[in-house]
């Protein structure tokens, strides 16, 4: 199987910095976009940042210049790293990618959730 492990979230006052990983085990034959995705209550799941294998980026526009995302392939891991956070970047984040199993074809996959809160 393959599965999505998070961590690095929690409590962090505006200004700020916080920093996501996100890696991926099981019986992967290839990673394509790895990318984090957040959700706050009663609202949609919103794209924040994705990466593809070839280390293009793209950025929600709320977030440029502020979280940068990254990813190590040989461990199959993703990061992001937010400065500059600001009450509003409050939510559960959630890491997303679409990976091809060894035993099937590509599909996305995500993780459990890792909540970042932003106040004073």
């Known amino acids: 199987q393959v599965q999505l492990v998070e961590s690095g979230g929690g409590l962090v006052q505006p200004g700020g910095s916080l920093r996501l990983s996100c890696a991926a085990s099981?019986?992967?034959?290839?990673?394509?976009?790895m990318g984090w995705y957040r959700q706050t209550l009663g609202k949609t799941r919103e794209l924040v940042a994705t990466?593809?294998?070839?280390?293009?980026?793209n950025y929600v526009d709320s977030v440029k210049g502020r979280f940068t995302i990254s990813r190590d392939n040989a461990k199959n891991t993703a990061y992001l790293q937010m400065n500059s956070l600001k009450p509003e970047d409050t939510a559960v984040y959630y890491c997303?990618?679409?990976?091809?199993?060894?035993?099937?074809?590509?599909?996305?996959?995500w993780g459990q959730g890792t909540q970042v809160t932003v106040s004073s």
């Open positions: 997303y990618s679409n990976i091809r199993p060894t035993y099937g074809l590509s599909r996305d996959y």
């Open positions: 990466i593809r294998g070839g280390g293009s980026t």
């Open positions: 099981g019986r992967i034959a290839s990673i394509n976009t």
